[in-house]
């Protein structure tokens, strides 16, 4: 019976698992008296956890740890109208619709969307009136994709629930840190999360404000949604760039903190520990993706477009020698290439350090002095690293890593190749907007991506 049931099995599937430790084993752990929101309402039904006011009075405790890092990305993001986050007290962030954060988040999006549209009609009639080149109107098209971000704020309406949920699961985890460690999470990202949110900005109207005037008539009026809406693109990704970095931090924190543990003492419950508390951090490191899945695949695909657009309008001017257009074009194109680029990478660095890194620290535990029960548990911990793929998904739709910055290039490079035929096979001689020659300039590249695809 058991050989046919062994028969018939399939490969085990991936388990997310979420263990909550024991809070009663005082030897392991100094302050167990407290508990996460999690286990209370697990226990009693109701979210009874006791205040922080138990280890707020201890020297080496100090509360919320990733909101004093990181929390000037937040206030940025809630001025511009997005992210309204209720934070009553540490551990305790909401989003509700009848809060003061939510009504100026809701005044600002209306005001904001009556610019934008007005903005938007200027540029329709512009692109409507063109009678030039194929290339001039791709340029000209390309200050009507910029509004587009506009329909960012919205999807991150609908997911600031999930971000209000992660903030206070960070802040469980750093309360279970300090009951096993004896001492806060010791994450220093303060000063470069400041100087990104100071600096990002400012970068960011500079690039507007000569795109403007290098590509169009420039109209300061016209120009400040277009600064709004790019300050909100690079605010979302310096939110993304500085939370991978806190959960890449917190990762290398923790395997240092074990390693050094198991060199003076190696109690199997301490291994259990420090296995939950990996547990924990793999978990947000995944909600990290889930929370703002919607946000950064609309984020992503929009980047893919504006460097797509950007780098065949500069291609295309480019024949007739180097123009005062191009400045524009180039620094748009950089601008998204890079902002794209930390995306991924950082979110590539995160996954890497919160589990590859991980377990060669724990390959490299020297098992020969330890009895056989933490020989079981590091065996486990290392089963437990397999099982929980600690990698940043955008709600199953992708993986953010540096596989992704490479495909969106390399299918960029794809689109570039149709269009760039598109222009040549277009004669001098006859309106380059024709659409006779659409047919046959579309077969052309074809012919050219499955060349390059068969290559």
């Known amino acids: 019976m058991f050989n046919g049931f062994n028969k018939h ?14 809070f009663i084993s005082p030897p ?19 979210d009874t956890r006791p205040s922080l006011a138990s280890v707020t009075s201890l020297e080496n405790f100090q509360k919320d740890v990733l909101f004093s890092n990181i929390g000037a990305s937040y206030f940025f993001m809630r001025c511009l109208g997005a992210m309204p986050v209720t934070r009553r007290s540490p551990g305790n962030a909401v989003f509700s619709m009848a ?35 194929f290339e001039e109107a791709v340029i000209a098209y390309l200050f009507l994709v910029n509004i587009l971000p506009i329909l960012l704020i919205p ?11 992660l903030l206070n699961d960070w802040n469980d985890f750093e309360i279970l840190y300090f009951q096993i460690s004896g001492h806060s999470v010791p994450l220093r990202i303060r000063k470069k999360a400041l100087g990104i949110t100071i600096a990002l900005p400012l970068l960011s109207v500079l690039s507007v404000v000569i795109t403007h005037v290098t590509m169009a008539d420039f109209h300061i009026l016209q120009v400040i949604p277009y600064c709004i ?12 760039y500085l939370s991978c970095e806190a959960l890449s931090d917190t990762a290398n924190i923790l ?12 109690p199997a419950a301490m291994v259990a520990d420090y296995r939950s508390l990996w547990l924990r951090l793999s978990k947000l490191t995944r909600d990290t993706g889930t929370a703002t899945c919607y946000t ?43 902002l794209l680029f930390f995306i991924c990478d950082e979110a590539h660095y995160a996954s890497h350090n919160v589990r590859t890194n991980f377990q060669k620290k724990l390959l490299m535990v020297e098992l020969s002095w330890m009895n056989s029960d933490a ?20 709600g199953g739709f992708f993986d953010v890593n540096r596989n992704l910055f490479k495909g969106l290039l390399t299918t960029m490079v794809t689109y570039l190749v149709v269009l760039l035929q598109f222009q040549i096979s277009i004669p001098d001689g006859k309106p380059r907007g024709n659409f006779t020659f659409g047919v046959g300039s579309l077969l052309n590249g074809t012919d050219v991506v499955v060349s390059l695809i068969s290559h």
């Open 9 to 22: 099995t399939t490969k085990p599937k991936t388990v997310f698992l979420d263990v909550k430790p024991s």
């Open 28 to 46: 392991v752990r100094r302050f167990s008296g407290l508990q996460t929101r999690k286990d209370s309402i697990a226990l009693y039904g109701t």
């Open 99 to 133: 809060s003061i954060a939510f009504a100026y988040s809701v005044l600002f999006f209306v005001v904001l969307i009556i610019y934008v549209g007005y903005v938007a009609d200027n540029r329709i009639k512009v692109v409507s009136s063109l009678k030039g080149p």
């Open 155 to 165: 999807i991150i309406w609908s997911e600031t629930r999930k971000v209000a949920e």
């Open 229 to 240: 809406l790019d300050n909100l693109t690079a605010m979302l990704g310096a939110w993304w």
């Open 255 to 266: 395997a240092e903190r074990f390693q050094k543990a198991l060199r003076h003492i190696g």
């Open 296 to 338: 950064f695949t609309f984020l992503n695909l929009y980047l893919f477009f504006i460097i797509t657009l950007s780098i065949y309008g500069l291609m295309s001017q480019l024949s007739e020698g180097f123009g005062i257009k191009d400045i524009g074009l180039a620094i748009t194109a950089i601008w998204s290439i890079c």
């Open 375 to 394: 020989q079981t548990e590091i065996n486990m911990f290392l089963r437990a690293t397999e099982m929980n793929p600690s990698n940043i998904n955008c």
